[in-house]
């Protein structure tokens, strides 16, 4: 296999992206982030991308665990690809040092924006500003796939000094650590008819049924994945969440982010 995409999403916007750049590249697999944090890097792949969303405007715990699994002899190309729904910050750099502590060279890093997902602050866009975006992102892929395809090396795409300061190293620093426990404010509200869909969608195993109801174990990812494809919209974060229109990538189904 000359590429291998390990993918982490929760909603569908970085395994659009992922598919997306396979599709370019050819010859690429997909596999799943989780997973292979739980099974190992076992293949050797002539180039390596890391495809994610920006959570608190950095990696999320679970990317971040992932990369400093990474060794220099699993590939001759590492780049990254950040998808977020406001601005990147420091994230592809946080990524940068991750590997660097490893012995492993980022070549590149990009970042393509794309719709949010946190119901805990904000709804799901327009679906005319969805589709704004889903266009820039095709455009940004073809970019990111020419970039592959030559082998380039790149500096990582970040935002301004002040940002990536203010956000990344203090906002981030003392949020992150928190992400697991952050599940504290979950709960399903009399909508649930314990079909189960949220634990099977929860790529860390963090929810048990227990009397039929969801039960969160405090190893959160933070990917909402549980809040947005629930089918009756029963599983809400604080008392904000009821009343916001749910968001999933239009290009992926359910079945797509069942655990195996």
Known sequence: METTLYCFSGTGNSLVVARDIAAGLGQTEIIPLARALREGVKNRSERIGIVFPVYIWGLPLVVADFLKKLKPSDATYFFAVCTYGGFPAGTLVQARKLLAANGVKLSAGFGVKMPGNYAPLYGAIPEEKQAQLFAAEKDKVQKIIRAVKE???????????????????????????????????????????????????????NIELKDGKPVWLHRCFQCMACLQWCPVEAIQYGEATAKRKRYRHPGVKLDDFLIE
């Open 151 to 205: 082998r380039k090396a790149a500096s990582p795409e970040k935002s301004s000094f002040v940002i990536n300061y203010i956000f990344t190293d203090i906002v981030y620093k003392f949020s992150a650590p928190h992400m697991p426990v952050m599940d504290s404010k979950f709960m399903a509200d009399d909508k649930c008819n314990s079909c189960g869909v949220c634990a099977r969608v929860c790529p860390a195993k």
